[in-house]
């Protein structure tokens, strides 16, 4: 029966020691070194963000892919057209932090040579964070966004039901040092994976998160698997987002598209899940010289921290100030994983017969 509120308790787990888990769990089946060590840290990256959802939490169900099929360890992205600015990768359903990785740096070589560069994904799955991509080409002195489709999950106005995918968007701006100005978002209310957290530890959802089988808004997160979806951001802007990232992500690289999209966490693990994605890449020198840009970033920066503040608001944020607080505490003092994150991974562990992460 549903359940009000149920807390499970977080534990601690050092940034390295949770790497080195996920490293060891990923070679167990079949992945490289080089292929495990990446797709690790995109997980663990994510996971000092705060952001648990699209974390390591989710590596068990991309091993039980990777076991059975679904995903194939040994599988290489590979380009196979392109043009001055643009390629198209198929990513030969590896798992999908290899392929973007892949995709995204070959994005950021276009824009090396053409200014800017477009990279489009086909046959990939479930990438986690697209902001670990975009923060590829920030890292690199260029403006970075990552994009990608997913199977329908949330309404359009008018609708009962699912109709298009979350369908996540993120961009990074190169700004202070390694902290670059990072958004990354789904263009439902909230992502899938905190409804789905919230029904494993029973707790209720606000209202305006999902509505029910027949279209009406719902606090309880076990309708998403029951005919519900999730709300679009915004309303109708959300969905025109959404639309907009699956015509670039899935109709436009010949990636599996709204229903033909295949759940990574919910269907047949031995199925490929054939999602699309989509990269581009800036080069701002090529635009405009370094020193200029960051000098005129840096005064847009400066007038929205100094905008006259609501009563009670210490702080006005910009987008990513809070994942790198959080990300330089969890590097300093451990992340706190939620329990069912926690659960996940001392499961994991015992279907691979590993030793279990050092959790506190």
Request: aromatic share 6%.
């Amino acid at each position: 029966m549903f359940r009000e509120v149920i807390t499970t308790a977080e534990m601690r787990i050092t940034a390295d020691d949770l790497n080195g888990f996920a490293t060891e769990a990923l070679r167990q089946v079949g992945l490289s070194e080089a292929d495990a060590t990446l797709a690790a840290d995109v997980l663990v990256t994510t996971d000092t963000w705060g952001v648990f959802t699209h974390g390591t939490k989710n590596l068990r169900g991309y091993v039980r892919r990777l076991r059975v099929g679904g995903l194939l360890a040994a599988s290489q992205p590979h380009v196979i057209r392109e043009g001055p600015a643009w390629a198209m990768v198929d990513g030969g359903s590896a798992l999908a932090m290899r392929t973007s990785v892949f995709a995204m740096r070959a994005a950021m070589a276009k824009a090396r040579s053409a200014g800017i560069g477009f990279a489009g994904v086909r046959n990939s799955c479930h990438f986690g964070a697209a902001g670990y991509y975009a923060k590829l080409a920030a890292d690199e002195g260029m403006i970075g966004l990552a994009m990608a489709n997913d199977i329908p999950s949330v309404t359009v106005p008018g609708a009962a039901g699912p109709v298009l995918g979350s369908n996540p968007l993120a961009y990074a701006i190169p700004h202070l040092p390694g902290r670059p100005i990072l958004l990354d978002m789904a263009t439902s209310t909230v992502a899938g994976g905190k409804v789905f957290a919230a029904a494993v530890c029973g707790q209720a959802i606000p209202s305006g998160w999902l509505t029910d089988e027949n279209g009406q808004p719902t606090t309880d997160p076990n309708k998403l698997t029951r005919g519900g979806a999730l709300t679009p951001m915004a309303g109708h802007k959300g969905t025109g987002l959404a639309l907009l990232i699956e015509t670039l992500a899935g109709v436009l690289t010949g990636a599996a598209t709204t229903w033909q999209v295949v759940s990574w966490s919910l269907h047949d693990p031995s199925l490929p899940t054939g999602h699309g994605a989509m990269f581009i890449a800036i080069d701002i020198k090529a635009m405009l010289p370094g020193g200029e840009f960051q000098a005129r970033l840096s005064r847009v920066a400066e007038e929205i921290r100094a905008a006259p503040k609501a009563q009670g608001v210490e702080r006005i944020l910009l987008p990513g100030d809070l994942e790198w607080e959080r990300r330089e505490q969890a590097l300093a003092e451990g992340i706190n994983l939620p329990g069912d994150a926690a659960e996940s991974l001392l499961g994991l562990a015992a279907d691979l017969g590993i030793n279990p992460p050092i959790l506190r």
